[in-house]
Every structure is written in structure tokens, then in C-alpha cells.
């Protein structure tokens, strides 16, 4: 049986228990540690984009109530093939070091990134589908992990690596006869 995780919405009663979390000694480890523990003033963090850009941000728990990781969603728009289009992104996502890989055992549907990610597009999709089809993400191009994860529950890159090394992703949500496609 794969195992179960628990998803709690974010807020500020929950700083403290986010303060000491770890994901990793390289920088998009230490980039999603900083975001999840920055406070509403913070120039990047969960806080300041609930409150500023409208994002969601949910703790993700294991059975013992441990803290696997976090994901979030937001509203956003993206010019795709030339149009203006409303979306769903996931402005972070991450697990900590100590889970990462893991379980051990499972095979790699059943590990804790893909519960994680399946989650979060069940909850894309239940955001307003008919509005936002899609879900879009940036991963750099050095962080061969998150990339590899994306590609793998189906996200495909959209244009051209940014400036700083980020390129947009993007999943479908339905196909046209309406139908989910993971
Ligand atoms: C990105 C993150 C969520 C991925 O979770 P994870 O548990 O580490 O990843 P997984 O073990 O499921 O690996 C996903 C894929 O990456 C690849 N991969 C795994 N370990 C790897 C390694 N050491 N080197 C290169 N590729 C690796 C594999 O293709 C793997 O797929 P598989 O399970 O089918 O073999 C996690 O590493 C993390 O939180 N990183 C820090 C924060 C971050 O980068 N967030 C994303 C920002 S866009």
C-alpha cells in the first residue's frame, strides 16, 4: 500500500513548525526551505504570495504527522503559442531530504514526489478547469531532479529557457473530449 499523506493548508500559525525544515544544501534545497519558512514580509515566500498573488499553500504530513514537504498553486497568466491564457502554476513544491527518493521499495509511481504532484493537479483541476486547463510550473535547467519528475507525470517545456536558466512547463488538464489525461 503506498503511503498516505495528509494535506494542510499553510498559514502563519504554522511558521514555527516550518522554521528547521530541510531540503537539501544545494540552492533549490535551500531556495524552497527559505520560501516556505519566510515570513509575509519576506521578498519570496509563501506567505507574501498567498497574499499577493493569490497562491494556496498546503504542509504535506505522513501518517506519524511528520512534515514530508509542501506544494502550492496560484492563478496566473501566460502568453502560450501567441495568446493570452489563464492558468493554474505551482509557484514551489518540495520535500525534504530526508524523504526525497523515497519511500524506499516502492516503485517510481508510488514515491512520495508523485503522490505529492498527483495531489496538486487533482487540486489544479478542481480550480476552475473550464478557466485554467493548464498547469504550469518553472524548474531550472540544472535542477535535473524536479525536471525529470515533471517530465515524467507529463509536463512538456514551453519556449525558450529564460535568462536565468528557467524554463516553463506545462501540463494539460483535460483533453478535448473533457476527459483527465493523468
Ligand atoms: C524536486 C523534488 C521534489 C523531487 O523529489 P525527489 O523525491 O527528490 O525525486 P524522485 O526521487 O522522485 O526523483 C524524480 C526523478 O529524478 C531523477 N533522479 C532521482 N535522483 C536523481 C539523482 N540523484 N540525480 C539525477 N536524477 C535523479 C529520476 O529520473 C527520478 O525518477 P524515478 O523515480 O522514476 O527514478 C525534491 O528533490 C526537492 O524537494 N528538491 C528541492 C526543492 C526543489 O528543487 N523543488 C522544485 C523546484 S522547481
Redesign the pocket.
Known sequence: MPPLLFAQTFAEHLLAEVAHLD??D?V??R??GNWIAGGPHAMESALQSMRDKGTTTWLYRLGDASIL?FGSLGPANWRIDNRRQEIVI?P??????Q????PAGVP??G????L??RDLIARARAFDIEKRPFLG????ES????????E?MGFVPIGQLNDEGYQRMLLKLVNPGGASLV
Do not use: C, E, P, W
Open positions: 531540503f537539501g544545494d533549490f534545497g531556495t524552497a514537504g505551482i514551489h513544491l518540495g520535500i525534504q531530504v524523504f526525497q527518493g523515497g517510481s509511481h514515491k512520495y514526489s508523485r505529492l504532484l510550473l518553472y524548474v531550472h535542477n535535473h531532479k524536479a525536471r525529470d519528475l515533471y515524467k
